[in-house]
Nanobody, 124 residues
Framework: QVQLVESGGGLVQAGGSLRLSCAAS????????MSWFRQAPGKEREFVAG????????LYEVSVEGRFTISRVNAKNTVFLQMNSLKPEDTAIYYC?????????????????WGQGTQVTVSS
């Protein structure tokens, strides 16, 4: 059974930075596509960023492109999300997710494993 555990969330002022981590256990996910999603209060969960198993192919939601960077270290079974120039509208619970396949998707239903989420709050 795969378990994903996020960490690194917190409260930060607008313009600040946070780095989220997602550690996987249970089995190696080096061949799996992994992503970050987020859910703001009163809104549906949305795709934020995804990374191919090689780490060389990434995808971003338009509003975070240029500010967020997703990366992974397969040897540590860990995925990161570096978030810079944070805005109040980035406030949400951020979830790590993994597919059972190598190809990517922005659809929530395409993911097989989920973490419990970590809260990110950006104050104005």
């Amino acid at each position: 059974q795969v378990q994903l555990v996020e960490s690194g969330g917190g409260l930060v002022q607008a313009g600040g930075s946070l780095r989220l981590s997602c550690a996987a256990s249970g089995r190696t996910l080096s061949g799996n596509y992994m992503s970050w999603f987020r859910q703001a209060p009163g809104k549906e969960r949305e795709f934020v960023a995804g990374v191919h198993w090689s780490g060389g192919n990434t995808l971003y939601e338009v509003s975070v492109e240029g500010r967020f960077t997703i990366s992974r270290v397969n040897a540590k079974n860990t995925v990161f999300l570096q978030m810079n120039s944070l805005k109040p509208e980035d406030t949400a619970i951020y979830y790590c997710a993994a597919r059972a396949y190598a190809n990517g998707s922005v659809r929530e239903t395409a993911y097989d494993y989920w973490g419990q989420g970590t809260q990110v709050t950006v104050s104005s």
